[in-house]
């Protein structure tokens, strides 16, 4: 280098191009130090990026230490310009400094900016791809350029005059020198849009390169945005960029390195950098030769291990149909329009299906970065990732599933950390239903880590400096400011699946205040399920719950108490939201009584938190919808071996005579009386011939037809279906009502029952269908008989039903659970 003039070298932000200018361009000019475009504060973290456990891509994570949600990121890629730079600077022993405006003023400016968000929807600098930066943006200078050399795409124009460009074949300072006359062309043009930021950030860069030139006389190379380099050029008073600097807001802020996703720069918002291909430009750089040979083995790799059939012909005619395609296009080389182009035609045979595969896999990728464990750290994260390399589950970056026993140790300890984290609010996994079992020792969790999650846990920390500590104050704090009683049993829920013994007292304490003074029936109800759900949680981890099975049972008698008269006067919408909840009582009521007797549980959807709609014929845990059969009997009432828990055993004696009222009573809307009787059918509280009667007297042709059909819809709706195909009485009653009623009444109640009768499965209105054809069973006065039905018998055989039972066993895993003291589903099928 000679002279006084600073080395200015303009990039593309991620650019692989870019990156192998400017590792050239330091090569040949040797520079004493090295000025990259990122928050000074971190100067002390660039010596970790020559750590081998350091593997990009990363992020410099700055977040405000009063207000850890408060953050930005600077990604660097492998591809990135500023990681070449750095790491050339690193190799060569020379000082390496960035240079841009400080995170304590740019955290303190987005905050001061009140209609700005934060955190990772906040786009921090430098900008994505060296264009400048601001919700004010008015013009593109990539596009610009693209669109006077004749192109319709920047990122292809980009690709042909810089990304194709082989390095070493000119001087490697020319093409700093050709964007630095573009960019300086299009600020004259367009000017800098508006951007005070930009004007502040330049300013304060001028005075870092005048402050190293001092100190290195004429040793200086920048590496920053390309749209900034002709504002660096630019000869300003040292006072005049001083004067931008007064007066700026400034907050305490923490830097430190996180690992950052390929699959995270692709997305446009956020700071994301909105790269299309960011697998794509790791290939470009990381290829010594042949990139597109390079990569179309890579595709035809990741093919095979999807079973299918590529082979090397495969990958010949891929590359010659790509390089055909770059010449009749115009361009130097193929570029990832090509390559896609080719690899659908010839290995994909035109499909996009596996194509998108590739996009997913390759193109974008699922890459993963790491940092070393001596990058700072709040308390917080240092525990987390203790306890991540001890429970051995470590980030990923693809999304994968995690099965849980919870009988063993390891397993639970995994759960009470995922529960533990997402009571913080780090989501790192999320529940999912469990495959091939229903039983609550069993635990299935979707993992996916995503970089922002960094955030979440640095913003947690105010909570403790351990993954229990935290969870623990986050729960009282969390339980205190509670909107509602629902929201408190969520918690003490919460509390049990994270085994939070600390916590648990004082949620329990609000929720019995919380639950005294509630007189609202509809919070009581939604309360309730949530709260009865927990208790389970005593029998598999061994929690004590016998605070919360009294807070449970007094809560459930409150709700008997109020239930009939909150029914009353109800329009359809307020019905229908008392309707579910009358279901998730029904099955909370069957799981309370069961807790703590013999074993047996509810019916697998209110052990799983769903609402229990209709199905309640089920033989609970085998998911039988034959609720008419004599003899069965539902999650309602127990069954001649059920042991009822202690002290609970009349519960559901009790909740029997509150359906009972409810659907007897005029006032109570259609569709709470008709699910009511429906629910004492399935607990074999109420005979069939007397279902049928009450049927019989609704659908008569005294009363209205929209009570009549709402009383159908509550009956029948919700999975009902089978209980109509097993019992043609109900069937026939149904269809009689429904061809008598008049036409005006026939179109005001159809939406009605439409809506009842599509949430069938295909199967179940087709069977429908068919009887409804051939006429449901012979008419006897107003019932009529399934007998003589081909298909159909007069009663339950029941060494037939037995025979199944052991099949039955071993699809939902029953069988693994002898010997466990009884702490599932061990009596489903007695």
């Known amino acids: 280098m000679t002279g006084a003039e ?288 390079r990569w179309m083995t890579k595709v035809a790799g990741l093919l095979r291990e999807e079973d299918r059939i590529v082979s090397p012909a495969h990958v010949i005619e891929a590359v010659r149909l790509a390089e055909t395609l770059a010449v009749m296009r115009g361009r130097p080389l193929p570029g990832l329009g090509e390559t896609t182009d080719a690899v659908r035609a010839v290995m994909c045979e035109g499909s996009d299906v596996p194509l998108s595969l590739v996009r997913d896999r390759l193109v974008v990728g699922d890459v993963l970065g790491e940092v070393p464990p001596g990058a700072p750290a ?168 016998g605070a919360l099975t009294e807070v449970a049972a007094g809560l459930a008698e409150r709700i008997f108490v109020g239930l009939p008269p909150a029914c009353t006067a109800l329009d359809a919408d307020a019905a229908d939201e008392m309707r579910r909840h009358v279901d998730a009582v029904h099955g909370a009521v069957a799981l309370l009584g069961d807790v703590g007797g013999a074993g047996r549980s509810a019916a697998p959807g209110a052990e799983r938190g769903e609402t229990p709609e209709a199905g309640r014929g089920e033989v609970a845990g085998l998911g039988r919808d034959d609720a008419s059969a004599p003899g069965d009997r539902g999650a309602a009432g127990p069954g001649p071996g059920d042991a009822p828990a202690p002290g609970h055993g009349d519960l559901r004696r009790r909740w029997c005579a509150v359906l009972r009222t409810l659907s007897a009573r005029d006032t109570v809307p259609g569709v709470i009386r008709g699910r009511a009787v429906r629910l004492l059918l399935d607990g074999g509280e109420l005979g069939a011939d007397e279902a049928a009667r009450l049927m019989g007297l609704v659908l008569s042709p005294g009363t209205p037809p929209a009570d009549a059909a709402a009383w159908i819809e509550g009956f029948v709706g919700g999975g009902g279906g089978l209980l109509l195909v097993h019992d043609e009485r109900l069937l026939a009653l149904v269809d009689a009502w429904l061809t008598g009623v008049s036409a005006e009444a026939f179109t005001d109640v159809l939406p009605l029952l439409r809506r009842t009768f599509s949430a069938y499965e295909s199967g179940v209105r087709r069977t429908l269908g068919e009887l409804v054809r051939r006429g449901p069973g012979k008419q006897v006065g107003a019932v009529a008989t399934a007998v003589g039905i081909s298909g159909f018998g007069a009663e339950l055989d029941a060494v037939r039903a037995d025979a199944v039972v052991p099949v039955l066993r071993l699809m939902l895993g029953l069988d693994d659970l002898v010997g466990n003291s009884g702490n599932d589903l061990v009596g489903v099928a007695g």
């Open 378 to 545: 709040v308390p917080l994260q240092r525990d987390l990732d203790r306890q991540q390399r001890r429970l051995r589950i470590k980030p990923e970056a693809l999304e994968r599933e995690l099965e849980l026993d919870l009988r063993k140790e390891t397993d639970a300890a995994r759960s009470r950390l995922l529960h533990r984290l997402r009571l913080l609010g780090v989501e790192w996994g999320e529940p999912v239903a469990s495959r091939g079992s229903t039983g609550t020792f069993r635990e299935t969790w979707r993992l996916r880590w995503e970089p922002e999650l960094a955030v979440r846990v640095a913003e947690a920390g105010v909570w403790g400096t351990t993954v229990l500590a935290a969870a623990n104050a986050k729960a009282e704090a969390d339980a205190v400011a509670a909107q509602s009683l629902a929201d408190v049993t969520a918690l003490a829920e919460h509390c049990l699946l994270a085994e939070l013994p600390d916590a648990l007292p004082v949620v329990m304490r609000v929720l019995a205040d919380r639950a005294a003074l509630d007189t609202d029936v509809g919070h009581l109800a939604q309360a309730l399920p949530a709260l009865v759900r927990s208790l389970r949680y005593g029998d598999v981890r061994g929690t004590d719950t």
């Open 6 to 293: 600073p080395l200015l070298l303009g990039v593309r932000h991620h650019g692989p191009g870019s990156a192998r200018a400017v590792r050239a361009a330091l090569a040949a000019a040797r520079p004493r130090v090295v000025l990259i475009e990122g928050p000074p504060e971190a100067d002390a973290l660039i010596p970790l990026a020559a750590e081998e456990d350091m593997r990009p891509p990363v992020a410099l994570l700055a977040h405000a230490v009063d207000e850890p949600g408060r953050s930005a990121f600077w990604p660097l890629a492998e591809f990135s310009p500023e990681w070449v730079a750095i790491r050339w600077a690193l190799e060569h022993g020379v000082p390496a400094r960035f240079i841009d405006l400080p995170a304590a003023h740019t955290l303190a400016w987005g905050k001061a900016t009140e209609d700005e968000p934060t955190g990772e929807e906040r786009q921090p600098d430098p900008p994505a791809s060296g264009e400048p930066s601001g919700p004010d943006i008015r013009v593109d200078p990539l596009a610009v350029l693209a669109e006077t050399a004749g192109y319709d795409d920047p990122e292809r124009w980009w690709e042909d005059v810089v990304e194709h460009r082989g390095v070493g074949e000119r001087d490697p300072f020319a093409p700093f020198t050709a964007l630095e006359e573009a960019m300086g062309a299009l600020r004259e043009t367009y000017g800098v849009g508006g951007h005070d930021r930009d004007l502040v950030r330049e300013a304060y860069m001028r005075l870092q390169v005048r402050a190293a030139q001092r100190e290195f006389e004429d040793g200086v190379a920048v590496v920053c945005g390309a749209w900034h380099v002709p504002a660096l050029r630019q000869r300003t008073a040292v006072a005049a960029d001083r004067a931008l600097l007064k007066g700026l807001p400034k907050v305490k802020a923490e830097l430190t390195w996180v690992p950052w996703t390929h699959r995270r720069l692709s997305r446009a918002g956020g700071y994301g950098a909105g790269i299309d291909s960011p697998g794509w430009y790791g290939h470009l750089f990381a290829a010594p030769d042949r990139p597109v040979e």
